[in-house]
């Protein structure tokens, strides 16, 4: 917030320090093994009168001196150059807080410069004495500089308690200090016989050369021992939370850490081959390679360790992108372009998103990600997520990614930055113009003589909205299967429910009596469901034109396999059923019609990834499906994309239970509702109902926009009765908590309910039995008083709106008030009237059946009793 | 846009600001005058090659074999004024390190490139010829191009008012081209190494001839005659430097211009009568007095930064975090019993190399 920030672009994400650093870190080990490899190597060649060994030492110790004091000097210097371009904030606290470990560090620099020229340069003037002894201060100078450059290292991981008191000694000597200096000693010994291999597999003379050979692999052989103990101790001086990120929240740091294993691995058995007499061309080979696995290895341990302090550059103090962690409330407040010192627009308009998201991104994220470069490039990271999904997900970056510092701006930053990332940089836009629907042209109103006909048929389905996933062949979590109801009424002085000796058969429409042909949930059903399913049946066994199972009350044909897609092709979320009552005879009593509200517009692929798989407004790709999987997988520590790749389909419900469709899940994870929900509304939470819209076909702009009954016309919103999302999942969570299931407590933990004060104030539930009930609102059936409700619930399964009947215990709401979300007057996009036919049909009028005192549908005689619910001889209220 | 509004907050010190401006200005004394004997030597060797078809002489000889020393020795030597120089202005020169981001990281690579280059000329001098123009040019040139960004660099970290051209360029490209010092001042600079470089060699020859090797006087003189002509070339250049400083930028009626004048005054005293004592063969009187000289346009050097950084910051105004005295204590002792050991080791390494030389 302090500093410019250089403008790196391919270069950003660490490149340049993991360039600069890994090199320079290898050779400053090295500089301090290769001391005392050197002196040691002289004692032998003293020790046993060998002269060939000094003259070993001799050029050894030159290649030591070009090494280290040109390569090692100069990259060390550029690492101060380079970190304080990089994070000039995180190099200046650096720097005012250890100016005289740098200093002192800086002194034995100067020493180890004097004594190593002269150690070089004086094999032939020095007594043996005393050129030992100035090997011995090289050495000694070189391991204090490590000792000290240890300090601070590692105070920038385990900064301990200066953080409290900010005294040089507490953040020197912290949690780290002492396992971190044994540790790079052991480097340091290992990397010297390294590069002691390097030079001795020259050796012309076989004798000598195995004879130096065996005795540079024990330099890799037994510090080996010391490593292991000090890499023990290193890990467990970690802070336990750290610890957890570093080996269990960061797959990132997977390959770094099996590098360091694999690489320690592949050291030791090198010091062992080389111990074996080998030909000098092979030695020489496999010590050029050794030396090159030994950058590997540092590059290893350097990642681990830098990819630890994340998401601080300092940990506990300072994030990554040089935030104060005290300052980061004040500066989500204020927001991040008024604070920063180095930014000229200071507020985002539409007309400078792109700008000011571009400045966004230099301020908070190149100091980890490149753009375009080899490392961390942000690009491939962001590709699956449009400028709104990225705005989610950047509010709530840090909350499933502990290594990513919390989002320090407004909302309003947070849509200029992601605005920048996936339209600026990867090109994708959302939606800016709804999608066009071409409405039917002619919505037929089945015929209806009042005077003549002796039967009503009422028919809906339970849902008013509903959605299907058809991406089988990856995963399934909501399968094609519709529940269809209708009731016989005969009309009469006392009307009369009809469910004995008569027969209600249904039919699709003909465009959409083949859904196998449009999805492959047949195909794939043996492997989700274990069974079976006859094609363009449902997992009941239904067809789609069949007979519907008579009730005591009604007809229901369940689980009917109604996909959106017509056989001509496009996109329709309403198909039509035909339903004909008959009785026995086969004389047709009745006849009606009702849509089958059907959809596949989950916004998945806002998020995740791929393409619209229909017609550019509909159902769910393989690459989206398969991307999900891939979150999940990298989440959860699932292998769900590998498993879906080799031909066995995830079913979600397999593990998250889920009361809708009857099935336990493993009864270890979250159930599918609490689960889906309490992960989003993570994300989504702020968006207020465009959350709810983002994953259910109910937005105005959509291509399915199944709310459509009076209340989306009175304009409510989904969270007017299921509360904002963060509410609902709360819910759905609390009661999975109280189940003792731990991930509810992770889910809920930054969760803020909107409707209530606090979580402690939500009231458990359980999903599709405790929903919000129609009658909290409309209190006794009148006037709503208010038209929020949230907390209240019903009771159970047969308390929910669509298992419930009138007063008369005869007669199910939704027959006379349509499926929920659809109830009448309801305003189809596809054919405004589509849902009113049964209404239109019985009483010319798309309202309730039997409102505006339009007894007449059923009663033959004027009724004046209110028997099926109070208030309901009026006018209707909406008209 | 206000320039005041772009410094950043500096972070608290944890002594007096006067320790550091102490310790920065005697490092960075040391510094120069380990970084005006490279490069003076190197630029001096490059066009003896250039101008005498390559031919070998002793004096070129002796640079290739001093020059990698002098590399490591200024580098080393540059670490610590950088150090301090941060603690008290590192909110002005992390700026401008950013703003010329590129050409700053560059001077990494040109550093390996001058020492490894300057290698190649020490160890491989004899069996080269042309190599020995390429490679001491290749080592001139990469620290000349670092004195630039450096120049670059310490200007315009007391250029707030320029760093607004951030907002068009952001890549690091950016340099100090604009201020009408900047030329006069690099070249003040690297004149003066020549000058240094100079007389380095009459000093080196003197102390050869001291220990009974002939033919030094040649090269006492030749050392010499460098110094004088390039410090008389460097009195018009620090003119043309002086004169293109802001107008009104010094005061000398104030306590900072006034000192300022002082010293460049003595420093130009001391200069005159270095130059007099090397157009007289007299290295060490010139080298006393240059010395002093040095040692006052050091002073020079940083009561114009003052100068120029007071509309904006003073180091008066950093805040001090209690409890770094026990770490200061810690370097002192430190740099005093380093600063003995390497007197021990030099004397030593000396004494057998005399011990040696005595013997052949």
């Known amino acids: ?879 | 846009m206000d320039a005041a509004t772009l410094i950043p907050t500096p972070d608290q010190i944890p002594v007096g600001w006067g320790w550091f401006q102490v310790l920065l200005t005697l490092t960075f004394y040391l510094h120069v005058l380990a970084m005006d004997t490279m490069l003076g030597l190197v630029i001096i060797a490059f066009i003896h090659h250039f101008s005498s078809e390559n031919k070998s002489l002793p004096v070129t000889r002796e640079i290739s074999k001093k020059l990698p020393y002098a590399i490591a020795l200024a580098v080393n030597l540059g670490i610590a004024p950088l150090l301090f120089v941060q603690v008290l202005y590192g909110h002005f020169i992390y700026v401008s390190s950013v703003l010329m981001g590129v050409f700053w990281l560059s001077i990494v690579l040109l550093l390996i490139v001058a020492y490894y280059s300057a290698y190649i000329y020490s160890y491989r001098y004899q069996s080269m010829r042309a190599g020995r123009m390429v490679t001491s040019g290749i080592t001139m040139f990469s620290l000349l191009s670092i004195a630039f960004f450096l120049s670059n660099n310490m200007t315009l970290m007391l250029h707030p008012e320029s760093w607004v051209r951030y907002f068009e360029h952001s890549d690091g490209f950016l340099l100090n081209l604009g201020d009408p010092t900047i030329i006069p001042r690099y070249l003040h600079f690297v004149t003066s190494a020549v000058a240094v470089g100079g007389l380095g060699i009459s000093l080196f020859y003197t102390y050869r001839s001291s220990r009974g090797h002939e033919g030094c006087t040649r090269w006492i003189r030749y050392g010499c005659n460098w110094f004088a002509g390039a410090t008389i070339v460097n009195f018009a250049l620090g003119f043309w430097f002086l004169g293109a400083l802001p107008e009104g930028l010094i005061k000398p009626v104030t306590l900072v211009g006034g000192l300022f004048s002082l010293f460049l005054i003595m420093a130009l005293i001391t200069a005159i009568l270095a130059v007099i004592a090397a157009m007289r063969y007299r290295p060490l009187p010139a080298a006393g007095l240059l010395l002093a000289t040095l040692f006052f346009m050091v002073l020079v050097r940083e009561f114009l930064r003052v100068s120029y950084l007071k509309p904006w910051f003073s180091p008066v105004e950093l805040t001090v975090q209690p409890g770094g005295w026990s770490p200061f204590l810690l370097f002192l002792l430190s740099f005093i019993a380093g600063l003995i050991l390497i007197g021990w080791m030099l004397k030593t390494t000396l004494a057998a190399a005399h011990k040696k030389e005595a013997r052949s």
């Open chain 1, 1 to 879: 917030m302090n500093y410019p920030v250089l403008n790196l672009d391919v270069f950003g994400g660490g490149l340049l320090i993991a360039l600069i650093a890994v090199f320079h870190v290898y050779i400053a080990h090295f500089a301090v093994g290769g001391g005392l490899f050197l002196v040691l190597t002289e004692h032998k060649g003293y020790r046993e009168q060998n002269p060939a060994i000094i003259e070993y030492v001799r050029r050894h110790a030159k290649f030591f001196l070009l090494v280290t004091m040109v390569a090692g000097s100069m990259t060390g210097v550029g690492i101060w150059f380079t970190i304080a371009l990089l994070n000039p904030g995180a190099t200046s606290v650096l720097i005012h807080n250890f100016v005289f470990g740098w200093a002192t560090e800086w002194v034995f620099f100067l020493l180890e410069i004097i004594s190593i020229f002269i150690y070089a340069y004086t094999f032939d003037s020095l007594d043996r004495r005393t050129h030992l002894l100035m090997g011995w201060i090289y050495f000694g100078a070189a391991w204090m500089s490590l000792f000290i450059i240890n300090g601070i290292i590692d105070f920038m991981l385990t900064p301990g308690n200066w953080i409290e008191n900010h005294s040089f000694w507490s953040g020197f000597f912290n949690p780290t200090f002492w396992p971190a200096l044994f540790f790079r000693t052991a480097l340091a010994l290992i990397f010297a016989g390294l590069f002691g291999l390097l030079t001795a597999t020259r050796i012309k003379n076989p004798e000598l050369r195995h004879h130096l050979v065996r005795y540079c692999a024990l330099y890799l052989l037994i510090p080996f021992v010391l490593l292991l103990g000090s890499t023990w101790w290193y890990k467990i001086a970690l802070p336990p939370e750290l610890r957890t990120m570093i080996f269990q929240l960061m797959p990132e740091m997977q390959p770094y850490i099996t590098g360091f294993i694999l690489f320690s691995a592949v050291l030791f058995l090198g010091g062992l081959l080389m111990a074996i007499r080998l030909p000098r061309c092979m030695s020489c080979s496999a010590a050029v390679i050794m030396v090159v696995i030994g950058l590997l290895y540092m590059g290893c341990f350097e990642f681990i360790r830098e990819g630890g302090r994340r998401p601080y550059i300092i940990r506990n103090y300072m994030y990554s992108n040089s935030i104060l962690k005290q300052d980061l409330q004040a500066v989500r407040q204020q927001g991040v372009l008024k604070t920063a010192k180095w930014s000229r627009e200071k507020r985002v308009t539409r007309d400078n998103r792109l700008t000011t998201g571009k400045t966004l991104y230099n301020l908070l994220c190149l100091s980890c990600h490149s753009i375009g470069g080899p490392l961390n490039d942000i690009k491939p990271m962001t590709k699956n997520f449009t400028p709104w999904g990225l705005e989610n997900m950047i509010g709530a970056i840090d909350r499933f990614h502990p290594y990513m510092p919390p989002f320090a701006g407004t909302r309003l930053e947070a849509k200029a930055l992601a605005y920048y990332i996936a339209f600026g940089l990867n090109g994708r836009q959302d939606p800016s113009e709804p999608v066009a629907i071409q409405p039917l042209a002619e919505v037929k109103i089945p015929a209806f003589n009042r005077e003549t006909d002796t039967y009503v048929l009422l028919a809906w389905t339970d849902m008013g909205m509903q959605a299907i996933t058809d991406a089988s062949r990856s995963w399934m979590m909501l399968p094609p299967g519709a529940n269809l109801h209708a009731q016989l009424i005969k009309r009469g002085e006392i009307p009369e429910v009809v469910t004995e000796n008569v027969q209600i058969s249904y039919k699709i429409d003909p465009a959409f009596a083949h859904p196998a042909a449009a999805i492959e949930f047949w195909q794939n059903a043996p492997l989700l469901y274990g069974k079976k399913i006859k094609p363009d049946t449902g997992l009941s066994g239904n067809p789609l034109t069949g007979t519907m199972k008579a009730g005591e009350l009604d007809f229901s044909a369940d689980l009917l396999p109604v996909v959106p897609y017509p056989a001509g092709g496009g996109y329709m979320p309403y198909p039509d059923m035909t339903l004909t009552a008959t009785d026995t005879t086969g004389k047709v009593l009745a006849t009606t019609k009702t849509v089958i509200p059907v959809a596949t517009e989950m916004g998945c692929s806002t998020c995740h990834g791929g393409q619209w798989r229909v017609d550019g407004r509909a159902g769910l790709s393989r690459t989206t499906a398969d991307n999900i999987l891939a979150v999940h997988d990298r989440l959860s520590g699932t292998d769900l994309k590998q498993q879906a790749a080799s031909g066995r389909p995830v079913l979600c419900q397999q593990c998250h239970g889920d009361s809708r469709f009857g099935l336990q899940g493993n009864g270890r994870q979250l159930n599918m509702s609490a689960s889906i929900h309490g992960f989003h509304a993570n994300f989504l939470d702020p968006q207020g109902a465009d959350a709810c819209t983002a994953c259910h076909p109910a937005a105005d702009n959509g291509a399915s926009r199944s709310f459509r009954g009076i209340h989306h016309t009175l304009e409510l919103k989904c969270t007017n009765c299921h509360g904002s999302l963060a509410d609902h999942a709360l819910s759905l969570l609390k009661a999975e908590q109280a189940a003792g299931k731990k991930r509810a407590s992770v889910l809920m933990e930054n969760l803020k309910p909107e409707m209530v004060a606090d979580v402690a104030e939500i009231i458990p539930r359980q999903p599709w039995v405790n929903e919000p009930d129609c009658l909290n609102c409309h209190v006794d059936f009148q006037t709503p008083e208010d038209d929020i409700t949230f907390n209240k619930y019903t009771k159970n399964e047969a308390a929910l709106f669509r298992n419930r009947t009138d007063a008369s215990g005869q007669l199910r709401c939704s027959g006379c008030h349509n499926a929920t979300h659809a109830l009448y007057p309801a305003v189809n996009p596809y054919g405004r009237n589509l849902d009113n036919r049964q209404p239109l049909q019985y009483q010319n009028a798309p309202f309730p059946i039997g409102s505006n005192k339009g007894c007449a549908v059923c009663h033959t005689v004027p009724m004046d009793e209110e028997m099926h619910h109070p208030n309901m001889l009026h006018t209707f209220r909406n008209q």
